[in-house]
Structure formats: structure tokens, C-alpha cells
């Protein structure tokens, strides 16, 4: 099993939608958790961090649940703009983060 | 302020040659991190610097190494370039001395490409 998982999509959904990833971990320990986003042969830009209580920044909103070890991002009234790649990133501790793959969005006119 | 530096933009080398990548982080962030990320891959960590000493390696083959300046600035060397050492290197930092939980800001990467 991946330490950190995602689902690659492509998720195609027309402007407007609401549209939710999830990205599971294997370690339990893990202790703090990131989502990036990656345009076409640019760098990641982090996003927002993940808090245990969850957190929301606009259109965005990422919750945490340990329990079952995943995190999830939630876009509302999705935009063009939003199509890129979504990186899931955890880190263990120890000097040592791991990155998802990535889930691909396409939002469609 | 300005963010994460990165020479040069692209770097094109033979098989078997040397390359060496730069990185300057962002003022005040001790730790740099650097990943490789080929066509149509995820990112894959390679090294993490911070406060000058080698904190953790990926699962790259000794011929890359780096080093942390004490400026923070950081240099990316692989030797004896293969093929499939083609991809985009991108670099990060983050805040001092923090083992975690901190946000990590990358630069806009190198595109090395080896024939």
C-alpha cells in the first residue's frame, strides 16, 4: 500500500459545481497535512493546510479525519481556473514528507 | 519578498556529464528541499537540508548529492548523468528548524534534460 494515495481522476465537472477529492494515509502517526496545487509544468502551490478542526478559505474547504486517515478538499462553485492538479502532502515527522500523485480537475465550460 | 530562486531555468547535458542545480530560498526559511518530478510523474524527494546538515534522503542513487551554504542557499549535483535523470527539479523551503508541520514554498524548477 502507498503511504500517501489519490484518486488520479481526471474529474471533469462544469463551472459551478461542487467537486471533492480525498486522499488516504498509511501512517498513523502522521502529524501534519498540506494541499497543493500544480499547474502544467509548474511548481506547486501550496494551497491551504489541513487543521484537525478542518478549515475553509473561500470556495475551499479541507478536513482532516484521522480516524480513517484521509483528508479531503472541498471546492465549491467551481471556476476554469481551478482546472489543475491537486497534491495531497503529509508529513510523518522526522524530516520526511510524502506527496500524493495528484488528482487531475478539469472544469468544464 | 521574494520567494524560492532557481538556476538555471533549463540545463541540457550528455549522458555522463555532471549538472549542478542552485537554489535560494526564501529569507528567513533554513530548510530546502529538493524533488524530482518527470514527465507525467509525481514529485519524488530527493534531499532535505536544513541549518546546514543533510537531514533525510530519498531513494536516489549517491550520485546525487548536494550541500547547504551557510546563506541557506543550496546546490543540487548529479554525476554522471543517465537518461532517465530528464525531469523537472523543484526546489522548497520552509521555516527554521522545524521537523514539522511547516508549509513548504517552491521555486519555479529546473528542467534538466539529458541526451
Known amino acids: 500500500r502507498k503511504e500517501v494515495e489519490q484518486d488520479p481522476g481526471p474529474f471533469n465537472v462544469p463551472e459551478g459545481a461542487t467537486v471533492a477529492f480525498n486522499c488516504t494515509y498509511s501512517?498513523?502517526?502522521?502529524?501534519?497535512f498540506f494541499w497543493y496545487r500544480q499547474d502544467c509544468r509548474k511548481e506547486p502551490k501550496l494551497l491551504m493546510s489541513?487543521?484537525?478542526s478542518g478549515n475553509e478559505d473561500g470556495r475551499f474547504t479541507a478536513q482532516l479525519n484521522r480516524a480513517s486517515q484521509y483528508i479531503s478538499l472541498l471546492i465549491r462553485d467551481s471556476k476554469l481556473s481551478d482546472s489543475a492538479t491537486y497534491l495531497c502532502?503529509?508529513?510523518?515527522?522526522?524530516?520526511?514528507?510524502?506527496f500524493g500523485t495528484g488528482t487531475r480537475l478539469k472544469v468544464l465550460a | 519578498e521574494a520567494g524560492v530562486t532557481q538556476s538555471p531555468t533549463h540545463l541540457i547535458k550528455t549522458r555522463g556529464q555532471q549538472a549542478t542545480l542552485r537554489c535560494s530560498p526564501i529569507?528567513?526559511?533554513?530548510?530546502v528541499y529538493w524533488y524530482q518530478q518527470a514527465l507525467g510523474l509525481g514529485l519524488q524527494f530527493l534531499l532535505w537540508?536544513?541549518?546546514?546538515?543533510?537531514?533525510n534522503r530519498g531513494n536516489f542513487p549517491p550520485r546525487f548529492s548536494g550541500r547547504q551554504f551557510p546563506n541557506y542557499s543550496s546546490e543540487l549535483n548529479v554525476n554522471a548523468l543517465e537518461l532517465e535523470d530528464s525531469a523537472l527539479y523543484l526546489c522548497?523551503?520552509?521555516?527554521?528548524?522545524?521537523?514539522?508541520?511547516?508549509?513548504?514554498?517552491f521555486g519555479p524548477g529546473t528542467r534538466l534534460t539529458v541526451t
Open positions: 537540508y536544513d541549518e546546514g546538515e543533510e537531514r
Open positions: 529569507s528567513g526559511h533554513t530548510s
Open positions: 522548497a523551503s520552509s521555516s527554521p528548524g522545524q521537523v514539522t508541520g511547516y508549509e513548504q514554498y
Open positions: 489541513v487543521y484537525s
Open positions: 501512517n498513523s502517526a502522521s502529524q501534519s
Open positions: 502532502v503529509v508529513n510523518q515527522g522526522t524530516y520526511k514528507y510524502i
